[in-house]
């Protein structure tokens, strides 16, 4: 059985950033490339950043670009997003996935 757990959400202005974690419980992280995807409110969930198992490669939807970051650690178990200049469109609950495994949530909003 594999728990992720997400931490870093909250409330942030306009042009501010965050940096959202998800740990991973078991041994299958290092074996996985691994996802965010985020679900604005009355949206659908959609994929926003993946990084492959070895993290050397990335993939982002263009929109973000230049914006979100990804990053893993697999001695630690973690990945992390990192998020600068984020827009009020931005506010989500955003979700890691490993393999068939979910996170509970992380919720972002962005507010002046």
């Known amino acids: 059985q594999v728990q992720l757990v997400e931490s870093g959400g909250g409330l942030v202005q306009p042009g501010g950033s965050l940096r959202l974690s998800c740990t991973a419980s078991?041994?299958?992280?290092?074996?996985?490339?691994i996802d965010w995807y985020r679900q604005a409110p009355g949206k659908e969930r959609e994929l926003v950043l993946g990084?492959?198992?070895?993290?050397?490669?990335?993939y982002y939807l263009d929109s973000l670009k230049g914006r979100f970051t990804i990053s893993r650690d697999n001695a630690k178990n973690t990945v992390y997003l990192q998020m600068n200049s984020l827009e009020p469109e931005d506010t989500a609950v955003y979700y890691c996935?490993?393999?068939?495994?979910w996170g509970q949530g992380a919720q972002v909003t962005v507010s002046s």
């Open positions: 996935k490993l393999a068939n495994y």
């Open positions: 078991g041994s299958i992280f290092s074996m996985n490339a």
């Open positions: 990084i492959s198992r070895s993290g050397g490669r990335t």
